[in-house]
């Protein structure tokens, strides 16, 4: 069998790593469009237990990424310049490229090497009996068949940046200025480096004219809106356009012999900590339906579909319930601080305050 995967983010790259360990016999090709460690962005972030739903199935690379990650056990909520320390909810962070450098090295040792600079456009994607679209949000293999595809932007604006200052815990930080509301997302993803999302609304990103300014002029108005946060620490740019971001969603997972996974399939945004994970799963579902199937690749898309879209539905609805959150935000600045991280920690509907007394006792039963 003939397997092409069209991405080497973590979704295609571990997809191919568990398909070769799991079917030797299949022929394996990862395709990426670009450089060998160009990537964009700065951390990876993982809730709660980072990868410790690979123990169990796939301890060497569960012990091979763990002792890279950086982990904390609380969430700081910053308003009004008053922190609210929220105890009890634990992530984890890895800065991308070595994330994407040790998934590498797992699927080479498996046999299989990434064609890098290798453009989607130019394979037959008929050639081979199953082509995996784990190309991100903006997939071209989605567009090679009718998905029933529909990709919604949010309203607000938002840069990743990262920063030499390493900040102790995943910390919100929101404040205000002439121009309007921001926030910040910020953690340490290694001993010396954090990754700093920069965000606003639509109306505060117009009156603060980042249209008319170019890289240097918004790293330093960026600077200048957290300063307190950096203290004294610049930002750093890896391609930090400002972006919208995209709610891609798909009726359908597979068309043929197609299939769909990772941020292709569908997003999940960013504020709650899941998009990899998510990803990962993927992979080890879609991986699991193959080797039960036989070969019958319809067969086994149609039960990774059935298997995994309940499970990708209840996390998404999550993420959209925070991002809804987000897109409001400035509204729930005008709270107390401590009234504000309330409203933030419950902005997914997944901790409600009974569960949130278990498990954040300091938080919930102050001095």
């Known amino acids: 069998m003939k397997m092409l995967i069209a991405g080497a983010g973590p979704a295609g790259l571990y997809l191919a790593y568990l398909v070769k360990r799991q079917l030797p016999g299949w022929e394996v090709r990862v395709v990426e469009q670009n450089a060998r460690d160009s990537t964009f962005g700065f951390g990876v972030v993982f809730s709660e237990r980072a990868l410790e739903f690979l123990r169990a199935d796939d301890p060497d690379t569960y012990d091979r990424i763990t002792p890279a990650m950086e982990a904390w056990t609380d969430i700081t909520v910053v308003h009004r310049r008053t922190p609210v320390v929220i105890d009890g909810i634990g992530f984890s962070a ?115 004219g980042f249209e008319r300014m170019d890289e240097a002029a918004t790293l330093k108005y960026c600077e200048r809106v957290f300063a307190d946060a950096l203290q004294g620490r610049p930002l750093v740019s890896n391609k930090s356009i400002w972006r919208n971001f995209p709610k891609v969603r798909n009726a359908r997972w597979s068309a043929g012999n197609t299939v769909l996974i990772g941020d292709a ?62 897109e409001n935000f400035p509204e729930h600045m005008r709270l107390a601080p401590r009234d504000f991280a309330w409203s933030y920690i419950q902005r997914s509907g997944r901790i409600d305050p009974e569960r949130l007394r278990r498990i954040a006792p300091k938080f919930t039963t102050p001095d």
């Open 94 to 208: 890895i800065g991308r490229l070595k994330f994407l450098r040790l998934l590498r090295s797992q699927l080479e040792s498996a046999g299989v090497a990434v064609e890098f600079e290798k453009n989607i456009k130019s394979e037959n994607l008929k050639e081979h009996d199953l082509v995996v679209a784990a190309d991100g949000a903006n997939s071209f293999v989605r567009s090679t068949a009718d998905f029933g595809t529909a990709i919604m932007p949010l309203s607000n604006k938002f840069a990743w940046f990262g920063t030499s200052r390493p900040f102790e815990t995943l910390t919100q930080t929101f404040v205000q200025n002439e121009a309007g509301t921001f926030n910040a997302h910020h953690y340490r993803h290694s001993p010396s480096m954090s990754t700093f999302v920069f965000e606003c609304d639509a109306p505060t990103w117009v009156r603060a």
């Open 265 to 326: 399939q569908r997003t999940a945004h960013f504020s709650i900590g899941s998009g990899t994970r998510l990803a990962m799963e993927d992979a080890i579902a879609l991986a699991k339906a193959l080797r039960d199937s036989r070969d019958d690749v319809p067969a086994a898309l149609a039960a990774f579909e059935v298997a995994r879209r309940p499970i990708v539905e209840k996390l998404v609805a999550a993420a959209d319930a925070s991002a809804y959150w987000y």
